[in-house]
């Protein structure tokens, strides 16, 4: 039985307050899995406890006040056998970001046929203006930090887009088949 991280597996440059999805591969097993982030000689901190090893990704929203760093590993262990582990082969760098950073997350909920997902905004800095597009949604733009229940009348994956504003200052983030 093996784990192979795929991602990030060294010399990725991953910007705090962003999402990045670590991947792997596993054989001869199928089980539960953990996954922790190591950070030069410090004990290894959980980001992930009992994911399907079938998933082979995991998105990770790293924190806003994520501390920059470049000797950040990740580590994933079987739960079910620490001998199946395996870490990222080479060191990566968690880079500090100023100014404003937008990122959310959705929570889905199935009606029927189509569906509702209530999105939270996980944005940093100082923004004072939020504008969403939520594509296939109703209602399809919403400004402001908190969007109501967006409708979906299909089920499906849809693009989703934030900008945040802070004065000049402003950022977007766009998760496409979200």
């Not at 090893?53 to 006040?65: I, L, P, R």
């Not at 968690?94 to 937008?102: H, P, S, W």
């Not at 004072?128 to 399809?140: A, I, K, L």
Request: aromatic share 12%; no cysteine.
């Amino acid at each position: 039985p093996f784990i192979t991280v795929l991602a990030p597996n060294g010399g990725e440059e991953i910007e705090q307050n962003s999402s990045f999805m670590i991947e792997w591969d596993y054989g001869y097993w199928d089980g539960e899995l953990d996954i922790h982030l190591a950070k030069g000689t410090d004990t290894p901190e959980p980001l992930a406890l009992g994911l399907s090893a079938s998933d082979t990704t995991y998105e990770w929203n790293v924190f806003f006040d994520q501390e920059p760093g470049n000797d950040y590993r990740v580590i994933i262990t079987s739960q079910d056998d620490p001998a199946i582990t395996d870490t990222s082969d080479m060191d990566f760098t968690i880079v500090e970001v100023d100014g404003v950073v937008a990122t959310f997350t959705g929570e889905p909920t199935v009606i029927e046929t189509g569906g509702a997902v209530t999105f939270t905004d996980l944005s940093s800095g100082d923004q004072d203006t939020w504008e969403w597009y939520f594509e296939g949604g109703e209602p399809e733009t919403y400004q402001g930090q908190t969007p109501p229940e967006i409708v979906y009348e299909t089920a499906g994956m849809y693009d989703v887009t934030l900008t945040v504003y802070s004065g000049n200052d402003s950022n977007e983030t766009l998760k496409e088949d979200y």
